[in-house]
Nanobody, 121 residues
Framework: QVQLVESGGGLVQPGGSLKLSCAASGSIFRIDDMAWHRQGSGKQRELVARINIGDSTNYADSVKGRFTISRDNTKNTVYLQMNNLKPEDTAVYYC???????????????WGQGTQVTVSS
């Protein structure tokens, strides 16, 4: 079985920084896209940032210049460095990965359980 486990959420003041981590574990042959999504209270889940296996990235307009996504393929881990945080960044952040468990399995989507980020003074 494959699991994604997030860490690094918490409470931070406006203008502060946090770094989220998400480690994939289990039987893994290949990980293609990895991403972070978020869902604020009463809002739909939205894409925050995505990184592919070649390290190409894309970001939501609302976080460009403030957030940086990266990955360590030796650790099957994706990170989200969040700087200059704003109250509107408050949400549950979910890790996503497109994983192939073996050469005999099809790729499928996996999600983490979510980690709360609260930006407040």
């Amino acid at each position: 079985q494959v699991q994604l486990v997030e860490s690094g959420g918490g409470l931070v003041q406006p203008g502060g920084s946090l770094k989220l981590s998400c480690a994939a574990s289990g039987s893994i042959f290949r990980i293609d896209d990895m991403a972070w999504h978020r869902q604020g209270s009463g809002k739909q889940r939205e894409l925050v940032a995505r990184i592919n296996i070649g390290d190409s990235t894309n970001y939501a307009d609302s976080v460009k210049g403030r957030f940086t996504i990266s990955r360590d393929n030796t650790k099957n881990t994706v990170y989200l460095q969040m700087n200059n945080l704003k109250p509107e960044d408050t949400a549950v952040y979910y890790c996503y990965a497109d994983i192939q468990r073996s050469r005999y399995f099809a790729r499928r989507d996996y999600w983490g359980q979510g980690t709360q980020v609260t930006v407040s003074s």
